[in-house]
Structures are given as C-alpha cells and as structure tokens.
C-alpha cells in the first residue's frame, strides 16, 4: 500500500511539474500538495477495497483502483484550477491517469504473485448443521485462491469425532450450528489456536451491533431496537438532499434524453409507478424509467422479475437496464423523503408478506429507510438467498456510520460496473445441483 501510494505521488509531482505552473508554489507548497494527493489515493482506495490484495480478484483490484484514480484526479484538476485561478489545461492529468493506470495493472499483477508464492490457501474443515449451510462450500470453492475447504463433516457425528477431525487442517468453519455445540466448539479451538471461521446468525449481528457498558463490574452490551439514532437521521437526511439534488441537476440532460426515447419508441408512460415499503412499513410509489412494455404486469397476469432475455423489455429499456440509467428517477424518490442513497432495498407488500413468513427478523429491515444502494446490492450478488441479504442489510442497520454511507456510495460505482453482482438465476441453478450433488455424496459416505 505505502509503496503504491510513493510511486503515484512521485508520478504526480512530476507531471505537475513538467504539466502546470510549479513556480506559483514556494518553499514547501508543492510537498502540502503531494501530500493532499496521498491522502486522496489513501481515502479513495480503502473505500474501494483496492488495496485488499489478499482477498479480491486482480481485476476486482484492477477496477476499484482505476475508479480511485479517475475521481483522485478528477478532484486534483479542480483543485489545481482553484489554485490557478482559471480552468488549466487538463491533458498533464489525463497522461497522469494513463501513466497511473499502466502502474497500477503492473504492481496489482506483481502483489498478487507474491503473496500467492508467501501464502498458500488454507486447508479447512467445514463443521455443517443443516443441508442448507452445504451450500457454502460451493460458494467457497470460487475462490480455492484463498480457501481450500477439504472436508465437511456434520455436527451428527459428535463434538468428539469433530475435535479428532480438526488436527489435519489450518482451519475450520462453523455453519448453522446448534447453540451448545457452537459454543463447546468455539472454546476448544481457541484453546488451541485453531483459525476459525464463524458463519453469523441473525443474534450475532444484533449482538456485534450492540454497544459495551462499562458501569460495573460485570460487563454489559446494551442491543439497540430504533436503528440508526435521532442526530444520525438529521446528519443521513441531509446527505441525501444535497446529494440528490446535485445528481438531479448533472444528470438532468441524461434525464430529458431517455424520457424523450421512451416516448418517442411506443408512446407509453416514461416513468414506471411500483408500491414498495419502506421504514415502519409505509408504502411509496418508487419511480424508474419503463424498461417495459406498456402495462407488462398486468398483460403477463403476474409479479414476476424480469429475467435478461425478457420479450416484454423494450429496446430503450435494454439499454438503461445495462447502463442502470433506469434507476436514476429514484433520486426523485430520495428528495421527496420516501427513499435514502443507502438503506436496505425496499421490497413490494406481497415479498415482504412471504419472506416475513418464512423468516420473522425479515421485518428488521424496515427500521431504516429504503435505500437506492445498500450493503446487500454491494456484497450480495442478484442471486443471492434472501436469507443471506437479510443478514448483510441487519451488518449494515447495526454497523450505521456516516463514514459506512459514504463508503457504499463509493463501492456502488465499482459495483455498476462489475459483472459478478450481475450473476441471475442459470448461475444459481447451478450451484443448487451442485449442492445436491455434494449432499448426496455425503450421504453415501454416511451410509457406508
């Protein structure tokens, strides 16, 4: 990380200094604004998980660090116009971002060499409780870079056969495990230094979300039920009027231009009405641009999600489906109060109805806001179980910052465009025969 942000700054002084007006800067000027640089570099790469080299993919990295780049630059040009006095030219900065861009494939390439030649992927046991946690086994072996799970073997064998497992392995993984067991699972393998990985129930979420009391000699975590705070909602309102505003404002031709091809293709309605709840349940109308044909619902007879080769999308709406254009009406949405920028996203009446059903804490979502983006569309992927997205927007509810919102901000620009929180519904086909392979295989070894 220290030697990538070194070798950007020394990239930018230069071309400051061959590209624009150095000597406007005594003394120790130019070093303040270098220095500003890193700092950018810095804040734009950790909100992007561009320096993670052990966890993401090269071209995961390779995106969230040109996107880092391109608005670190972006802001530095402006800045060196404020400084200038008027607008400079901005080709230095573009052979800036050209050059950065070069270097930044190169060392991503060469870290993520090194650091699979210095660690080799973990060999793990996977401890099972339900055919359901099998499953991520299947999600685990995408990335046999970083895990390696050898094993799986089911809490029905008994704590002791499982303990006699674990010597073989660096690691293990508890999935849906019954309460006793995790917890004489969990002791004994921090006993022993044994690397663990837990796969959190709803209660650990509300639990890690929780805040310590130190009032007394016992220890005390204090689970708050209201979501985020009253001055966090003043400070989270805010945010999403100023931002939606100047959104609204820049992207206004954006706006005028694909109302005008909607129109000009079938002469139906621009925009598209669909009732969505949000915080406490109230419902709203939220608003996209019709990617559909005309009343698409009503002729199909049916809810139902629009698949990728879908008849009923026009061709207009293929096209701000795949740039995501068709969620920029939402912005209205934020003005108006019935949406925030980040928030778990808000569902119809009728999925909420069933996911309640088969899931109570479902209802937990709506202790905040819908929002436009959130920590599920950022680390879920479309296939995802609703059950897992639960889970990662309670992660979100419970962990509320300032700092986390402008950092899901950030991470939706990478998420636009990467393919992978795209993955449909053939994807998750295949990963359920898979999983009914591996539990079939299980069972076979059980038997014999």
Same mark, same amino acid.
């Given at each position: ?12 002084? #230069? ?13 120790? =000027? ?5 220095? %500003? ?12 998980? =561009? ?53 930044? %494939? ?27 946690? %099998? ?106 009027? %100023? ?24 002469? @139906? ?32 007879? #049916? ?13 207009? @709406? ?57 920590? #599920? ?72």
């Amino acid at each position: 990380m220290i030697l990538e942000i070194v070798l950007f700054c020394v990239l930018y002084y #230069a071309v400051w200094r061959e590209g624009y007006d150095s000597d406007a800067f005594y003394f120790k =000027g130019k070093y303040v604004l270098t220095g %500003v640089y890193a700092l950018l570099i810095l804040i734009m790469f950790s909100n992007l998980d =561009g320096f993670l080299f052990d966890q993401r993919r090269a071209l995961d990295l390779t995106l969230g660090q040109t996107i880092g780049l391109f608005l670190v630059n972006f802001i530095t040009y402006f800045q060196l116009c404020l400084i200038a006095n008027h607008m400079i030219s901005p080709l230095p900065i573009l052979y800036l971002f050209a050059g950065e861009f070069i270097l930044a %494939v190169g060392l991503i390439f060469i870290f993520k060499k090194i650091y699979h030649r210095l660690y080799a992927p973990h060999s793990l046991l996977l401890v099972y409780g339900s055919d359901n946690a %099998v499953s991520l086994k299947i999600k685990m072996d995408e990335r046999k870079d970083k895990y390696n799970i050898k094993k799986l073997i089911s809490v029905d064998e008994g704590m002791e056969a499982v303990c006699k497992e674990l010597e073989g392995y660096d690691g293990v993984i508890f999935n849906d495990l019954p309460a006793q067991f995790r917890n004489d699972l969990l002791k004994y393998c921090y006993q022993r230094d044994i690397r663990t990985y837990i796969v959190p129930k709803i209660s650990d979420i509300l639990v890690r979300g929780g805040k310590n009391i130190n009032l007394f000699d016992t220890p005390l975590i204090h689970i708050k039920q209201t979501g985020i705070s009253l001055p966090q909602r003043i400070i989270k309102r805010l945010m999403d009027i %100023v931002f939606s505003a100047i959104i609204l404002i820049l992207a206004s031709p954006i706006l005028l231009g694909v109302a005008i091809a909607i129109k000009l293709e079938d002469g @139906g309605d621009v925009f598209y009405k669909q009732r969505r709840m949000t915080l406490g349940g109230k419902e709203f109308d939220i608003l996209k641009f019709r990617s559909m044909i005309q009343d698409a619902e009503k002729l199909s007879g #049916a809810v139902l999600s629009a698949g990728e080769n879908d008849p009923r999308i026009t061709k207009v @709406g293929k096209f701000v489906r795949a740039t995501r254009l068709d969620e920029i009406p939402q912005f209205i949405n934020i003005l108006k109060g019935d949406m925030s920028i980040v928030g778990p996203r808000p569902e119809r009446r009728v999925f909420v109805e069933e996911f309640c059903e088969k899931m109570p804490e479902f209802a937990y979502r709506m202790k905040v806001k819908g929002g436009l983006t959130g920590y #599920a569309q950022i680390y879920g992927k479309y296939n995802t179980s609703p059950y897992d997205k639960l889970r990662l927007d309670l992660m979100y509810i419970e962990n509320y910052s300032l700092q986390l919102d402008i950092k899901l901000i950030i991470l939706t620009i990478k998420i636009i465009f990467s393919k992978e929180s795209t993955e449909g519904e053939e994807l998750a086909e295949i990963n359920r025969k898979k999983t009914e392979a591996l539990l079939e295989e299980l069972r076979k070894k059980k038997d014999s």
